[in-house]
């Protein structure tokens, strides 16, 4: 593959997606080191973009993650998320992101077993930024939900019976079940 | 653990085995994108974090049945051309390869699994199986996938699925692909409406080497573009049916070539051999374009002696990592063009070549055997 700025070999690949674009640049070892990415750096892209110091003071209003920071303008530019958190925080309008990309909007294929197994173990970080305006939006669907909560399983099911999604309703049913084998009618 | 040089001495599993419709499908992969809660995405992590995920996964995966006694490496650890042979290899992505520090990749003994931490996701988890092999490939994934999970807390949502670095791979995280050969589709020129058809029912369609619409040796995949809103079976069996029918499209394409047009494919595949087995310099792209008329010919038993994973093997030894690891040294492009020649004429003193195939012969064999009438 050929480099992108000259003719030589590419040995350095980036893809990002750049307002809602996937772009991939393949560059030269010479062309990547003049432009700043070498292999050592390989995230350094991403990092120049995201590194809390290039991030403007003045967006207080904005919707922030606030388990990794990311923010809302980030996602809109880089199209990829900060953390597993960030699909909460910027849950507004993601439906309608997922609505173009997908088939659907809800998962339903595989589910890890071992879920409720494990504790959830956020690292602390940025956390001290100062985001008074911008109350952190509770989150829909927490990922780090130890235990998938029965009352919200109950909840879904509802929902997916009355809007007819049976096979949703049938799964979400046995799951119920094996939470609370005892509770059983 | 495994070393490198063992790693790579050995032709993976695949690279050897004939899978179903492997004259046309070289390989299937399923990989799946699996990440951590508590930690960033890698593309939004500092060296630190990606560092200590690394530390507290790696043994973890280093130790599931089917990654004992493989090969582990920590990117730190790896020169460029390594990387690049494993790239070329299928074994990690190319932008994996361009990542260093907090990186590492474990990869089974058999070169089928293939396990890359901090790619854009914490784990991207790779199947790899000959010929049209996709469920195949998925149980081998799943597996692996289930042991992990049962280890480590994955971010998952009950309605998002497993969730991704990247929206796109939201939900299964799966994505399936096939690498397909398809040089009569290419030659009859019905291969652009093929892939506007693919296309349009989601798939994506791309040349495996070559930018746009090139595609170099007639090599393509076709992979899905959706993950969520579908279980993996379901979007697995609509990907293989849509091979079976371009596998279909492509031996129909073939017999008709051999059917009505045997003088001028004879004439290709003859200068194809001719120049494989004679010539000095040979660029990347003219090797791999000829070496696929070439396997074109082995599959029409118009090659004497010709063994197709002979040239599947040398589809991946002709490029420029594996030339360079081969030399020991880094090569110019035009010591790899001269050393790609070597390499080629080398290998094919082998084979008979399409002059030993008896022009008089009535067809009446068909593709049966390749019974070589000496
Ligand atoms: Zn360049
Ligand atoms: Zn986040």
């Not at chain 2, 289930?146 to 807390?153: K, M």
Request: hydrophobic share 35%.
């Amino acid at each position: 593959m050929k480099c992108d700025v000259c003719e030589n070999e590419a040995t350095v690949f980036l893809t990002q997606i750049i307002n809602g674009q996937m772009t991939t640049v393949n560059l030269c070892e010479t062309c990547s080191k003049a432009k700043g990415v070498t292999e050592e750096t390989g995230f350094g892209l991403a990092e120049a973009f995201l590194s809390p110091s290039h991030r403007t003071e003045s967006d207080t209003m904005e919707i922030v993650c606030d388990a990794c920071g990311f923010t809302a303008s980030q996602l809109k530019k880089i199209g990829r998320m900060g953390c597993p958190e960030c699909y909460a925080a910027f849950r507004d309008g993601l439906d309608g992101l997922l609505r173009n990309m997908h088939k659907g909007t809800r998962h339903v294929g595989k589910r890890p077993s071992h879920i409720s197994a494990v504790a959830p173990q956020m690292l602390p970080r940025q956390r001290s930024a100062p985001l008074k305006d911008a109350p952190p939006p509770p989150p829909v669907a927490p990922p780090a939900a130890p235990p998938p909560d029965v009352a919200k399983l109950r909840a879904e099911l509802d929902l997916a019976v009355k809007e007819e999604r049976y096979e949703d309703a049938a799964r979400l049913k046995s799951e119920i079940e094996s939470l609370q084998p005892k509770a059983s009618k | 653990m495994m070393r490198f040089a063992t790693l790579i001495k050995n032709p993976a599993d695949w690279m050897k085995g004939a899978g179903p419709h492997s004259d046309v499908v070289m390989t299937s992969r399923v990989r799946l994108a699996r990440n951590l809660r508590g930690y960033p995405f890698p593309g939004f992590s500092q060296e630190r974090q990606r560092i200590e995920l690394l530390e507290r996964a790696r043994p973890v995966v280093e130790e599931l049945p089917e990654m004992r006694d493989g090969y582990s490496e920590d990117y730190t650890e790896l020169s460029k051309i390594r990387k690049q042979v494993l790239v070329e290899r299928h074994l990690v992505s190319r932008e994996h390869a361009a990542r260093s520090s907090g990186c590492a990749v474990v990869v089974d003994r058999k070169q089928s699994i293939s396990i890359m931490i901090n790619e854009e996701d914490h784990f991207r988890i790779q199947g790899i199986r000959p010929g049209l092999n996709l469920a195949s490939a998925f149980e081998v994934v799943d597996r692996v996938d289930t042991e992990l999970e049962s280890l480590l807390p994955y971010a998952f949502d009950p309605k998002l699925g497993y969730l991704t670095a990247c929206p796109t791979n939201l939900g299964t995280g799966m994505r399936a692909s096939v690498m397909l050969h398809l040089p009569a589709l290419v030659l009859t020129e019905q291969i652009n409406p093929v892939i506007k058809a693919i296309g349009k029912i989601g798939l994506a369609v791309r040349g495996l080497y070559g930018e746009g619409t090139e595609a170099l040796g007639n090599l393509f995949q076709i992979s899905n573009q959706h993950t969520l809103g579908e279980a993996e079976p379901e979007i697995i069996a609509q990907i293989e049916k849509v091979i079976e029918g371009v596998v279909r499209s492509e031996v129909t394409a073939r017999a008709k070539l051999k059917e009505d047009h045997q003088t001028m494919l004879q004439d290709q595949i003859g200068r194809a051999f001719a120049i494989l087995r004679y010539a000095h310099i040979l660029t990347s792209k003219e090797a791999l374009n000829l070496l696929s008329m070439l396997r074109l010919g082995a599959d029409l038993d118009l090659v004497g002696n010709c063994d197709r994973s002979l040239i599947d093997m040398l589809l991946l030894e002709i490029q420029p990592a594996h030339l360079q690891l081969n030399a020991a040294r880094e090569l110019s492009p035009e010591e790899r063009d001269s050393m790609r020649a070597d390499l080629t004429r080398t290998r094919l003193q082998s084979i008979d070549g399409p002059g030993s195939f008896p022009p008089s012969q009535s067809n009446n064999g068909g593709p049966a055997s390749p019974t070589n009438d000496e």
